[in-house]
């Protein structure tokens, strides 16, 4: 069996992907566009009614999610094999996942669809670029969310349940055993627990998104916003030198050797508002520095930490 694929991909890598693709081996660009609560945007209508990649689907990460009180969440398995029916995807299409922010919400979008067993997944680096480069667009209007490249039924075998727990286990730590890690002075010494929130938000000087809802941050964390990693004119990632360099300049660390496994010898967690932008982070760690160790997303972020936490653990300061 091939080894799954979860890594980014340049437009004109997609292109060629595209180019190969057949019946049988479709290649499914999917718009994963979300918009912060505050940002008067609502990105289903915009799929609909303005542009897209020609063939895409859109997933929304509000529809797909876990029944919980927190924004979000990840979803079941029966609720991600309903997104498959739904959006008309199989098991064996290649997903190329986008956002039209360049890279704020598909990350996300695109570590789910692994997460849940899709061995072929793409993160497009990225829309802007796509556009830039004057590659296909679709403009008119669409009354589906579903792929038109098929009107059958499809269905989506998941993974065995146990192969998914591993999986899960390995690549998500919820707020239990988060909790346990800071209860007993553990994270720190065993992880490097990076949050991808604003300097402002991470040290409880600026207000979170979402009203009435403290900001600071969860001790033994450190913070690296998210937007260090990628390009501030089109959002595409950095070159893995240049993330090098940020780790090195802002947090002291250098993942050029493995000597910072001493320091961390369980691995990377990832956190933010809601499990969204920490994913950017994972993919900076994962697919463009290449490191091979576990990187787990804190899946309720700081909207379930600052909600559950006892207050002597919601701490401010940029420390």
Request: aromatic share 10%.
């Amino acid at each position: 069996m091939a080894k799954p694929i979860l890594s980014t991909i340049t437009p004109t890598a997609y292109r060629a992907l595209l180019s190969r693709a057949n019946g049988i081996n479709r290649v499914i660009p999917i718009d994963a566009t979300w918009v912060m609560p505050n940002v008067p945007r609502v990105p289903a209508k915009e799929f609909l009614e303005i542009e897209r990649i020609k063939n895409s689907a859109f997933f929304d990460l509000d529809k797909y999610c876990g029944d919980s009180p927190y924004p979000h969440m990840l979803p079941s398995q029966s609720v991600f094999n309903d997104a498959m029916n739904d959006l008309g995807l199989k098991s064996t299409d290649s997903i190329v996942v986008y956002d039209t922010e360049g890279n704020f919400s598909s990350p996300r979008a695109a570590w789910t669809f692994s997460l849940f067993g899709h061995c072929q997944v793409y993160l497009l680096d990225n829309y802007l670029n796509y556009k830039k480069s004057s590659f296909p667009l679709d403009t008119s209007k669409v009354e589906s969310f579903r792929t038109p490249l098929s009107s059958e039924q499809t269905s989506n075998t998941p993974i065995p349940e146990s192969e998914f727990k591993a999986k899960y286990k390995e690549q998500v730590i919820e707020y239990e055993e988060l909790l346990d890690l800071v209860e007993t002075n553990q994270l720190s010494t065993n992880y490097l627990a990076l949050d991808a929130r604003s300097l402002g938000r991470f040290a409880g000087e600026a207000d979170e998104p979402r009203k009435g809802l403290s900001s600071g941050h969860v001790p033994g964390t450190k913070n690296l916003p998210f937007p260090k990693v990628l390009e501030t004119t089109n959002k595409q990632y950095k070159s893995k030198q240049e993330i090098l360099q940020i780790f090195a300049n802002d947090l002291n660390i250098d993942f050029s050797n493995d000597e910072w496994k001493k320091q961390y010898p369980k691995g990377i967690i990832v956190m933010c508002g809601t499990g969204v932008s920490a994913v950017i982070l994972r993919f900076a760690l994962t697919s463009i520095l290449g490191l091979d160790v576990p990187v787990r997303v804190y899946d309720g972020s700081w909207t379930e930490w600052a909600q559950r936490a006892p207050k002597e653990f919601i701490v401010k300061g940029d420390d």
